[in-house]
C-alpha cells in the first residue's frame, strides 16, 4: 500500500484550490517524510479555470498556461494518480476510482482503490442546465479546456463555411448566444466581440462582422452579474451595450434548438453557436457519496473547520463544498479567491491535525470583484472585505489588479521568484504570430 507507516493524505480534484494545496503539502509534508501526499484527478493537465472563456474565446493558446500534473508532482513531492473518483469506503477508507481509456477504446489503467487516513474532496463544479431540453445535444459547456477548445474550433469552422458556401450567410448562422451573465458569460461576450473579428479579418473577406456576427447575451435574472455589486454589473451592461452586444435580462431559456434558442416567453433568438455558461452545481458522485451530507446542489456540507458533518477525516473545499459563512444565509461563495483561502487554511489545518492539535474555523475573506473585458476594460470592487466598504475600480488599475489574481496563482503552483523570472521573460521567446487562434 502507498505510503505505509506514514500518515496518507488524499486529495480528489487538481482545480485550482486542489492543485495549491497538494503542492503545500508536499513541500512541507511529504518531502519531509510526514506524510505521503497523493493527487487523485482525471484530467492530465492543469489549467486556471477563470481563463476558460479566454480558450473558448481563442484570445489565448491554452498551451501556454497548462500545467503538467506528472511534472508538478514530480517537482514538489506528492504523487499524482489519473483517474476519476466514482465512490467511497468510509469505513475501509478507499477512494474507489474508475477504469480509464484513451481515445481508441484501450484501457489506460484498471478500476482501482486508493487509501486514505486523511480525505480532502476538491472536485469544483459542472454545469447545470436544469434539465433543459436541447441544451445537452446543441449548447457546449464551459466548464473544462477541452469543452473551450470545442467551442473555439466550432466557432472558426462557423466561419470558414460561412466564407466559403456558395449561398449568403443566413441569419442566425454566425450568431452566438451565450445562455448565464456571470462572470464567465460576460466576459466571454466581450472576449468574442474581438477575437471573431479578429478571425475574419485573417481574409475571410465574404463575411461582414456588422452584417452577419452578432453576440447575444441571456439572463434568467433581472440583471447581469446578480451574485456582483450593482454597480459593476450596470458598468459592465454599458460596455458590452457599447460594444454591440445584445443584452437580454429575465429571460429564461425554455428549449435549446439546433437554429437557436427559445425563451420562456416565447420568443426565439436565432443562433447556430450556442455556449451555456449559467447555473452551477457539484459533481454527480458526491450526491449521497457513502452517506455524506450533502445539499440540493450536491455539494458536500461541511463545518467552519472545513470537516464534512458526518466524517471528521474527510475534509471538502472548493465549489464542491457548502460553507457556513457566519451572518450569513449563503454559504461562502463559489470564487476563485475562495478557493484559495481554503487551500491555504487546510495546508495550516492538516499540520495541526498531524500535530494532534485542535482545529481552527475557516474565515471568508471577501477581497472584492473583478470582471474582465478583455482589452476594453474591466471594473470591479476593491478590498471590500478589508475596508468595510467597496472601492470601485476600473481601467488600467482593475486590469492589472486582476492580472496579479492569477500571477498569484502560478506563485502557489510555482513559487515566487520562478513566476517574477517568467513573468520579465514571457515575451522575449515568443514568435509572432496572429493576435487569435486560428484553428
Known amino acids: 500500500m502507498e505510503g505505509s507507516g506514514v500518515h496518507r493524505i488524499v486529495v480528489v480534484g487538481g482545480g485550482a484550490g486542489g492543485l495549491e494545496l497538494v503542492t503545500r503539502l508536499g513541500e512541507t509534508l511529504g518531502k519531509g517524510g510526514r506524510a505521503h501526499v497523493t493527487l487523485v484527478e482525471r484530467a492530465r493537465t492543469h489549467l486556471w479555470k477563470p481563463l476558460l472563456h ?15 500534473y506528472l511534472a508538478q508532482a514530480h517537482w514538489h513531492g506528492f504523487a499524482y494518480r489519473f483517474g476519476e473518483m466514482v465512490g467511497l469506503d468510509r469505513a475501509a477508507k478507499q477512494v474507489h476510482l474508475a477504469p480509464t481509456f484513451d481515445e481508441d477504446g484501450r484501457q489506460i489503467t484498471p478500476a482501482r482503490s486508493i487509501g486514505y487516513d486523511t480525505l480532502v474532496i476538491a472536485i469544483g463544479s459542472v454545469t447545470n442546465d436544469f434539465g433543459t431540453p436541447g441544451a445537452r445535444e446543441f449548447a457546449v459547456p464551459l466548464e473544462t479546456p477541452d469543452q473551450a477548445t470545442r467551442f473555439h474550433r466550432r466557432l472558426v469552422n462557423a466561419c470558414l463555411r460561412a466564407n466559403t458556401q456558395i449561398e449568403p450567410v443566413r441569419p442566425g448562422q454566425l450568431h452566438v448566444a451565450i445562455i448565464g451573465a456571470g462572470a464567465t458569460g460576460t466576459e466571454l461576450a466581450a472576449e468574442l466581440h474581438r477575437t471573431v473579428r479578429a478571425v475574419v479579418a485573417y481574409g475571410l473577406d465574404r463575411i461582414s462582422p456588422e452584417r452577419d456576427i452578432h453576440i447575444v447575451l441571456i439572463e434568467a435574472a433581472e440583471r447581469i452579474l446578480p451574485a456582483l455589486p450593482e454597480r459593476i454589473a450596470a458598468a459592465t451592461r454599458k460596455l458590452l451595450e457599447d460594444l454591440g452586444v445584445e443584452v437580454r435580462t429575465g429571460a429564461r431559456v425554455s428549449e435549446v434548438r439546433a437554429d437557436g434558442v427559445v425563451l ?19 459533481p454527480d458522485v458526491l450526491h449521497d457519496l457513502d452517506g455524506l451530507e450533502s445539499n440540493r446542489i450536491n455539494q458536500l456540507v461541511v463545518l467552519p473547520t472545513l470537516q464534512t458533518t458526518r466524517d471528521p477525516d474527510i475534509f ?58 478583455g482589452k476594453y476594460s474591466t471594473v470591479g470592487s476593491l478590498m471590500g472585505g478589508l475596508l468595510g466598504r467597496s472601492v470601485f475600480i476600473e481601467g488600467y488599475f482593475a486590469r492589472l489588479v486582476y492580472r496579479m489574481l492569477y500571477k498569484m496563482h502560478q506563485a502557489a503552483l510555482y513559487g515566487g521568484r520562478a513566476v517574477l523570472w517568467r513573468t520579465l521573460l514571457g515575451g522575449v521567446s515568443q514568435r509572432p504570430g496572429p493576435s487569435v487562434k486560428l484553428h
Open 54 to 68: 479566454a480558450v473558448a474565446a481563442g484570445s489565448i493558446d491554452r498551451a501556454q498556461h497548462e500545467l503538467n
Open 264 to 282: 420562456a416567453s416565447g420568443a426565439f433568438i436565432p443562433s447556430e453557436l450556442v455556449i451555456w455558461c449559467a447555473g452551477v452545481k457539484a
Open 316 to 373: 471538502a473545499i472548493g465549489d464542491c463544498a457548502a460553507c457556513p459563512r457566519p451572518g450569513f444565509a449563503q454559504p461562502v461563495p463559489p470564487r476563485a479567491q475562495a478557493a484559495h483561502q481554503q487551500a491555504s487554511h487546510m495546508v495550516r489545518q492538516l499540520q495541526r491535525r498531524l500535530a494532534g492539535e485542535p482545529l481552527q474555523p475557516y474565515i471568508y475573506r471577501d477581497f472584492g470583484s473583478l470582471v474582465s473585458l
